[in-house]
């Protein structure tokens, strides 16, 4: 999409999660992204993501630390589609798409 | 009448007689009543260059009619004019300074016109004498502001001039004593004309003319906000308030300053508030607009008072069927003072929450931005340490408690303290980010030659900053770099929160300082729209009985 922003990470390292259905959180509208978390092979945990507001890459990259620090998962592939989500919003949704898949630590 | 304008004690009656018999001999005015087409003369006649002049402009109700009879004087005529108002809000606020009439300014409140504001000062236009708060600026019309001359707005006069000002009395009392018992002159325009008034806000003998305007004075309806947009984030910090800080310290009497994030704590409280069981231990006492976001929390038995500052539109009914809660006079309706409010707030309330636009790490937090003068309003006051306060509640001694623990001589000396709370989402719209290392005011005050940066509410007056991320309890700091780890605590991604000492925010974490929504017991994944005890406006409607009637723009029904 014109004027989107595509950015890439992966993190190594994760606990492999028992079999999961993907799921998916959050709507695209201004303000919020949708996040799809999806079964990978491996022990990597792929976030790829799509965001129409540019040069924010080194926060993406501290806000995706954080969560892969938060919740240490691998095997999957973390597909975000955003529309400006604050980072607040970006990291309640992650968070709740673990929690979709089961992945959540109590 | 020769000697008393002879007398050098009595100069100013004597100046006041002068311009009394001035516009009295114009054609449209008799007695006290001034025809519409009139008021241009008249004001030609009464006021004179150099005049200290106020031109009520509320934080809602507006002079209008009066503001833009004021931009048609003759400036050979009048000119120099000295503004003193608490709000520009409208153009003709500052027209008059564009088309030469007035020349200086002190004020509280630019909101709507501090782009231009900035502007004009920065061509010379104007002098602005300071930027006050509300409480400030009412003072210093007893001490060395008086108006010689005040145009202000009323709902209706009878033939004596006799006034009611309807549901937003707001500033008009406090105008109109510091003019009249001053030798000064008082010009109303009222929407009406009647036989009998429903009650007398202001009595006709501090009154001097009235005109009825062609159109109703203008009201802005300020503090209505749609629930439909209150989003998870905010529900998630209003239920990190109510759990972590008026649940904590037993928060019976506040103040909540305007936006999303206070309305989502007043739609919680009959939820959220009601689950945690604190019904009846807090939020009991306000000071606070009749916000329509607080209906559901009125009507499930939470709050016995609430004093006003100004009114809402679309309230009226409600309000008047609530007597028991609001202020209301025999005729049942709203009785605002935003004077008394202020004074409420300032002395009267153990809290009062409210956002920001940026934060610096010290705490000091500004809504000044570059190229807009915006000036305060009421936040400094209802956001400061009422340092004359003397009368004890729980919530005063526990901050004051943790405050002074450990300190000794006079700053150990033990007494009670106000908690003042800063509630941001670390970035807001568009990625600004809330938390900067530098207020944009600094830079202000150099463009504008002010001798202070205008700081909102200072740093050593805030006790708690709370985000998405935590709250930093300021009060259990002990020295700046302890602060300024607590604030950078709380920063989130924001670039001051990322250049924080993890370590020293941790230890501030174990010792209480900064406490997570995890530390609270609050997963942020419950923090849904669904426990909004309103989430559209027609949901506040309903609760209210259908007595709340929204101005046109919030109905989407």
């Given at each position: 999409m014109a004027g989107m922003e595509t950015l890439h990470y992966a993190f190594d390292g994760g606990r492999a999660l028992p079999p999961f259905a993907p799921a998916l959180v959050g709507v695209v509208a201004s303000g919020n992204l949708e996040v799809l978390v999806e079964p990978a092979a491996g022990t990597g945990c792929r976030i790829d993501v799509d965001t129409?507001?540019?040069?924010?890459g080194p926060i993406w990259e501290a806000v995706l630390r954080d969560f892969h620090a938060r919740h240490g998962l691998g095997g999957l592939v973390v597909s975000i589609h955003d529309m400006g989500a604050t980072p607040a919003v970006v990291s309640l949704r992650l968070d709740q798409a673990i929690s979709a898949i089961g992945g959540a630590t109590p | 009448m020769t000697t008393v304008a002879d007398s050098p004690w009595t100069r100013q009656r004597g100046n006041r007689a002068a311009r009394l018999a001035r516009a009295s001999a114009l054609a449209g005015v008799r007695a006290k009543t001034v025809e519409a087409g009139a008021i241009v003369a008249l004001l030609e006649a009464l006021i004179e260059p150099g005049d200290r002049v106020c031109l009520e402009g509320d934080n809602q109700k507006q002079a209008d009619f009066l503001a833009r009879a004021l931009t048609q004087v003759a400036p050979a005529r009048v000119h120099d004019l000295h503004m003193v108002q608490s709000v520009l809000s409208l153009p003709e606020h500052l027209d008059v300074f564009e088309l030469g009439i007035a020349s200086r300014l002190d004020f509280s409140f630019s909101g709507p016109q501090a782009a231009r504001l900035a502007q004009l000062l920065g061509q010379g236009k104007l002098q602005i004498g300071a930027i006050h708060t509300y409480l400030e600026l009412f003072g210093r019309y007893f001490i060395d502001l008086t108006p010689k001359v005040s145009l202000i707005a009323a709902q209706a006069a009878d033939a004596q001039g006799n006034l009611y000002t309807g549901p937003n009395t707001e500033d008009t009392p406090a105008i109109v004593e510091a003019t009249a018992f001053k030798s000064g002159i008082v010009v109303a325009q009222v929407n009406e004309i009647v036989d009998r008034l429903p009650r007398v806000d202001i009595p006709a003998d501090w009154v001097d003319f009235v005109v009825k305007a062609p159109q109703p004075a203008f009201i802005e309806p300020l503090f209505t906000r749609d629930p439909a947009q209150i989003s998870e984030i905010q529900v998630l910090m209003a239920m990190m308030a109510i759990k972590g800080i008026y649940a904590e310290y037993g928060v019976q009497s506040l103040n909540h300053g305007i936006g999303f994030d206070t309305a989502a704590i007043e739609l919680l409280l009959p939820t959220y508030g009601e689950r945690l069981g604190l019904k009846g231990k807090i939020c009991r006492h306000w000071a606070l607009n009749p916000h329509p976001a607080l209906i559901p929390a009125i009507e499930a038995g939470w709050v016995e008072s609430v004093h006003s500052f100004g009114s809402e539109l679309g309230m009226e009914d409600y309000i008047r069927a609530r007597p028991d809660v609001f202020f209301t006079g025999a005729d049942g309706s709203l009785r605002s003072n935003r004077a008394f409010c202020q004074a409420a707030g300032h002395y009267a309330c153990d809290l009062f929450i409210g956002s920001t636009l940026q934060m610096d790490m010290q705490g000091n937090s500004s809504t000044a931005t570059l190229g807009r003068i915006a000036g305060f309003g009421g936040a400094p006051n209802m956001g400061a340490d009422a340092r004359g306060r003397r009368h004890a509640s729980e919530a005063w001694l526990k901050a004051g408690r943790e405050a002074r623990s450990g300190l000794s001589g006079a700053r150990g000396t033990p007494r009670g303290q106000k908690l003042v709370v800063q509630m941001v989402e670390t970035f807001r719209e568009h990625m600004q980010p809330a938390f900067v290392e530098t207020l944009d005011a600094w830079k202000l005050a150099e463009q504008a030659k002010l001798a202070l940066p205008p700081i909102m509410i200072y740093g050593d007056d805030v006790t708690h900053v709370l985000t998405e991320e935590g709250i930093a309890n300021l009060l259990l700091c002990r020295d700046d770099e302890e602060r300024e780890q607590a604030i950078r605590g709380v920063a989130g991604f924001t670039p001051a929160g990322q250049w924080r000492d993890r370590a020293m925010v941790e230890r501030l974490r174990q010792r209480g300082v900064i406490r997570r929504p995890a530390d609270l017991g609050i997963d942020p994944r419950d923090a849904t729209r669904n426990l909004l005890a309103a989430r559209t406006m027609r949901d506040l409607v309903r609760a209210s009985g259908g007595l709340y009637q929204p101005p046109r723009r919030f109905r989407n029904w």
């Open positions: 129409s507001a540019r040069g924010f | -």
